[in-house]
């Protein structure tokens, strides 16, 4: 991850800044994209090798304000895209970002297995609880009881609790915060950017008009609690016994339990083979059983065999 | 062609002494059993023995959806001449089961032959001078595998009654037997063999098949023919034509395609995913695409409808795509195994908004691994989807064809990562659209988004009016120009005549075959086939206009107004009322009668 000999300049965030945000002015994504470029700034991956993609939806529009390669994809299926690009060009560093609609009901089966695929890329989850795009309606994260143009009298079912979902998907780097913590949602992209394999960042990103306040409870400044996960520090002191163990599955099951606004930081964190080691593993055993042969050469022989 | 060229045993054993050799130019041999019996291992035996002996041939099977058992069919059509179809009628009829004789007796032609199984088959027909031959083929199979090995080996057993009824070439079966168990081991191929040397070497006691039919030696050209099935075919196509990436998901009859790539194209340092659904599966292959490798999807045709909104987005975004469709009997789940031609609308107009995009057809087997080269050029060419609509019969069916000359259609899988300068448009209104893979260097410092918004030739968003007229035109315009280059399709038979019959995809066959029969009786019939289904080719219209009718002949519904899914679109087109419709959807391939039924029905 470190920059490029050749790098021709420092990447700023004048070189990485594109259009202008459509965002309505308050929208919690300006922080995110701000955090966005900021990790971009320190991590200095060459230009060319940063790729955006996302679905539809506000916070899916993120590729239009990153001057990277970028795809504005179709609504739910950006993971899948990436996933695509992901596995077929190693050289990549690969972004995915949406909302909750886009991630966790139209997209939610792809969700379920990128994440279980362990597919090398970073997913950051700009949840603001509601469709804003839409102009509210009941999103699969809205609490029950919130009123929307679909639920007039309060939404109905369960939410999502998207911390659950992703740990026991099999997400090998699951991570909460805050759009109203820079510093805390810049360490952890950083971390999810150099982790190797799926790593997802779930952002409360508040929708300043049609779902404002909703992570109120979750910013001090606003008379809430923005509590952090104690991972463990290994130090064989006894208080260490009492951290979070990010490798544990069922501590970070435990820890997505909490009542909102819960707690923050990195639940889950593991190193698993990624689907894109696993694969061309394959490939080069493939590779090595033909003896490298050309495209021409593997041809003529199938023909052979036909004949 | 079996119902012209093939004469009646009968007839021939009347004209000469007993120990005559009927010569036949070609045979049309049913096997009808369960699926478990390996018939389907005859049937390909026969295919590959046909290749090799530079004959023509051409089956057709029908396999039950279930996963295990139930009644199964192989047809094999041998022949010295051109194979055009699997037949009509068989010539021989081999049955294994009670079932299958009450069910495919009225396959055989009128003094056809009837070998059954007589262990399990009570013969009961006894018209239409069908020849019965009784053999107790489960309980002599049994015998000669040494009582051990219950039902099996049946199949090698009548491959071997058949080698010798036809005097096929013994070493060649043999040879073929041996490479095909052979990495089963010792014990496989020796009760193989056994099966095999039994059905070839039993006594068989009916004065009807005393003499032998011997087909007639191939008058085949090339030696270097290959034997294979459709899918086989297609998915070479696409790896010759440079399609190292894919994605897809298990559907019936698309799935041997996946399972052929994912196993194949890591040798060649690519890769192939299944997906968890047909919406991952396109979105994944348009991420490969996007990265700078052109990539396949593919399905059948509830598969297809999944696609839908990601094809329109490819159309939209100007990214290449390879879609194979491999059309099964509609609609919803339908008739998964069955063959039909339901899907040319969906292909061409199936998704949201205005969607041009090319759509090409394979005639034959043959056919499905040029076809899939030629969508692989056209979709790098115009930077768009290309759909490829084959269907189940040719996904099954074994043909043997000339072995492609790679010289000519094999491309080279590249990745274009040359910087782009500050000129860079990634959609300009008067050029072709060739994307910058991520990863391309922009020496102008902007970084492009490929998108599905309407864009302007930058790719912003843009919401003008002006723009979206001009950018659906150069949509348009771009496959439009595709026509440009077509070749208009060669007319079989007279340039003008009476009828002109018009077909697409596998009816090619017996489209064909109809037309010779046609002829032969002295019938002013021609007719012509369209691989190349949107755009069509420039000049038909100048072809429509020297023949009294345009019959279009597709296996799909006739629909509201009474016309298949080609003859509307051929009507809407031209505007010519003499463009009419044969149709069918009975799910099975077309017969040469009903084509000539179907015409005599208009023409009169």
Known sequence: MAAAADAPKKLTKKELSADHPTWCPGCGDFAVLASFFKVLEKLQIPHEQICTIAGIGCSSRFPYFVNGHGVHFIHGRALPLATGVSLSRPDLHVFAFGGDGDGYSIGGNHLDHAARKNVNLTYVVMDNFVYGLTKKQTSPTSPQGFKSKTDPTGAIDRPINPMKKLVSNGATFVARTHATQVKHMMEVFERAILHPGFSVVEVLSECVIFYPGAFDAGNPRKGGEFDLIDEKKWDDTPEDEARHDVTDDDAAFALASLDFPGKFGVFYEVDHPTKNQLEQRWIDASREKVKNASARELLSERFAMMK | ?604
Not at chain 2, 238 to 261: D, F, Q, V
Not at chain 2, 393 to 412: Q, S, V, Y
Not at chain 2, 452 to 459: C, F, I, K, P, S
Not at chain 2, 565 to 588: E, F, H, M, N
Request: glycine share 10%.
């Open chain 2, 1 to 604: 062609m079996s119902a012209t060229a093939s004469p009646a045993p009968k007839e021939q054993s009347s004209s000469g002494s007993s120990t005559d050799s009927t010569d036949l130019q070609n045979a049309v041999i049913r096997f009808a059993g369960n699926s478990q019996d390996g018939i389907q291992t005859i049937g390909a035996f026969l295919a590959k023995l046909a290749g090799r002996s530079a004959r023509e041939v051409m089956t057709y099977m029908t396999i039950p959806s279930t996963i295990s058992g139930g009644p199964s069919i192989f047809q094999v059509n041998l022949g010295s001449g051109e194979v055009l179809s699997p037949g009509d009628e068989a010539d021989f009829l081999v049955a294994f089961y009670q079932h299958s004789y009450d069910n495919h007796i009225n396959a055989l032609r009128d003094g056809g032959v009837c070998i059954y199984d007589s262990d399990n088959v009570e013969a009961t027909v006894n018209e239409r001078d069908i020849q019965h031959v009784a053999i107790p083929i489960t309980s002599t199979t049994v015998e000669a595998l040494g009582g051990s090995t219950r039902e099996r080996g049946k199949n090698l057993f009548v491959l071997g009654l058949v080698t010798q009824l036809f005097k096929l070439d013994h070493d060649k079966v043999v040879a073929l037997i041996e490479r095909q168990f052979g990495r089963k081991g010792e014990d496989v191929i020796r009760n193989a063999r056994l099966a095999f040397d039994a059905g070839y070497a039993y006594q068989i006691g009916s004065d009807i098949v005393k003499q032998s039919y011997a087909l007639r030696a191939g008058a085949s050209l090339d030696k270097d023919r290959i034997t294979t099935d459709g899918n086989t075919a297609l998915m070479y196509g696409l790896i010759a034509g440079g399609i190292r990436y894919g994605a897809g998901y298990p559907i019936t009859p698309w799935s041997s395609i996946m399972e052929g790539l994912r196993t194949e194209l890591p040798k060649y340092g690519g890769l192939f995913v299944q997906a968890e659904d047909e919406l991952g599966a396109v979105a994944m292959a348009l991420g490969f695409s996007y990265a700078g490798h052109l990539a396949v999807t593919g399905s059948s045709g509830p598969g297809l409808s999944l696609k839908m909104e990601a094809l329109s987005y490819a159309v939209m975004a100007e990214l290449p795509l390879v879609v194979i469709n491999v059309q099964r009997g509609g609609p919803s789940t339908g008739l998964p195994t069955s063959v039909e031609q339901s899907d040319l609308m969906q292909a061409i107009y199936g998704s949201h908004g205005d969607t041009p995009r090319i759509v090409l057809a394979p005639k034959n087997v043959e056919d499905c691994f040029y076809t899939a080269v030629e969508a692989c050029q056209l979709a790098r060419k115009y930077s768009c989807p290309v759909l490829v609509l084959t269907d189940q019969a040719l996904a099954t069916r074994i043909e043997a064809f000339r072995e492609p000359n790679l010289d000519e259609c094999l491309i080279e899988a590249t990745l274009d990562q040359e910087p782009r300068d500050e000129n860079f448009k990634p959609y300009p209104v008067d050029g072709d659209t060739r994307h910058a893979p991520p990863g391309t260097k922009m020496l102008g410092g902007t970084y492009p988004v490929v998108t599905g918004l309407e864009h302007d030739e930058w790719g912003h968003p843009s919401a003008s009016p002006e723009m979206h007229a001009r950018m659906n035109a150069k949509r348009r315009e771009k496959i439009k120009a595709v026509a440009e280059e077509l070749q208009l399709p060669d007319i079989f038979g007279d340039e003008s005549g009476e009828v002109l019959l018009v077909g697409w995809g596998s009816t090619w066959g017996p489209i064909r075959e109809a037309t010779i029969r046609a002829r032969e009786k002295g019938q002013s019939l021609s007719s012509l086939h369209l691989r190349h289904l949107n755009p069509l080719p420039n000049g038909l219209e100048d072809i429509f206009a020297n023949f009294q009718h345009v019959i279009v002949v597709e296996m799909n519904d006739e629909g509201l107004y009474g016309y298949g899914q080609l003859a509307t679109l051929l009507r809407a087109r031209y505007c010519d009322p003499k463009i009419r419709s044969v149709c069918k959807t009975d799910g099975l391939a077309y017969k040469i009668r009903e084509i000539l039924d179907g015409v005599a029905e208009i023409v009169s």
